[in-house]
């Protein structure tokens, strides 16, 4: 395809700070090859959807960067649903789990070259109480994680933050008794992950089979509740193994319903997303994003 000219990015701030070298030098290379760059800046959550929705109505763009982590991501790709101009990004998060997803590698060239020419690609999304997320939902252990790390602490350690609040999560208890129903049917979880996605946290793969460019929600159960279960559940996440272990539960999902315990947190994307109860859904829409070529 023909050369992208106009390039809308909205810009988190604080992760800007954290690769200001990425950002300017992706930014270098797209004015080079003659495009016109507007950047915005987020001020505040939930400003990036506004940006984006305003961005996409003004008919001048001719693709919509995010450019953070994956929960600003998932603010612009709120924004665009619907809209015809398509969602690119510019990975300059913790994780950066879809860029990992998508196969786009962190360099200038890489990120440029996408945003420039990269075919446009329809994938699919979930819904939480009725808003998108593109990645995962995590309710208990991880959510726990989520809206335990410290701001500073994360702006200044990245990965570590994350690392740090799970091990206080871990040594507290990270297990819970979760009551959801999945399609109608009752279930009962430690943890419980939902995911749109084949990675998670990082590289790490969790749904062997799922793919983000095909609809379809993959739903985890990890039923035992002990430290030592957790930990096992988590070297099988390094090592691509968690499908395979018997203590946990792994099905394809159109309807989730959390019923219980009221007030355990959860993450959606990377962010924190309130409390249960909340009912998560196979999304109807899907969303155009640039993707490598």
Do not use: C
């Not at 960067?65 to 101009?85: H, K, P, S, W, Y």
């Not at 962190?106 to 996408?114: G, Q, R, T, V, Y």
């Not at 009221?262 to 993450?267: D, T």
């Amino acid at each position: 395809m023909a050369l992208r000219r106009f390039i809308h990015i909205i810009l988190n701030p604080a992760a800007g700070s954290r690769n200001r070298a990425l950002l300017d030098a992706v930014a270098a290379r797209l004015k080079a090859a003659g495009a016109d760059v507007t950047i915005e800046l987020t001020r505040a959550p939930g400003h990036a959807t506004e940006l984006a929705r305003a961005a996409a109505r003004s008919g001048k763009a001719d693709v919509i960067v995010a450019a953070g982590g994956d929960g600003t991501i998932n603010e612009v790709a709120r924004g665009l649903l619907g809209q015809g101009v398509p969602l690119g990004i510019l990975p300059l998060g913790t994780a950066n789990v879809l860029a990992i997803e998508i196969g786009l590698p962190l360099k200038a060239e890489n990120i440029a070259s996408m945003l420039l020419g990269g075919p446009a690609e329809l994938i699919g999304t979930g819904l939480v109480e009725g808003e998108i997320f593109l990645l995962m939902v995590g309710i208990g252990f991880d959510g726990e994680i989520v809206h335990g790390i410290d701001p500073k602490l994360k702006r200044f350690w990245g990965k570590g933050a994350f690392i740090w609040s799970g091990l206080k999560t871990w040594v507290r208890g990270p297990g819970h008794e979760i009551s959801l129903a999945v399609d109608g049917r009752e279930k009962q979880a430690a943890w419980v992950i939902v995911t749109n996605a084949r990675h998670y946290a990082g590289p790490f793969v969790l749904a062997q089979k799922a793919k983000i460019t095909e609809p379809g929600l993959t739903l985890f159960l990890f039923r035992k509740k002990s430290r030592l279960a957790f930990a096992v559940y988590l070297a099988a996440l390094g090592l691509g193994l968690v499908e395979r272990l018997r203590s946990v539960e792994v099905m394809p999902a159109r309807v989730i319903e959390f019923r219980a315990p009221k007030g355990l947190a959860v993450e959606v994307d990377g962010d924190e997303r309130g409390f249960l109860p909340q009912r998560i859904e196979q999304g109807t829409q899907f969303l155009r994003m640039v993707v490598p070529g």
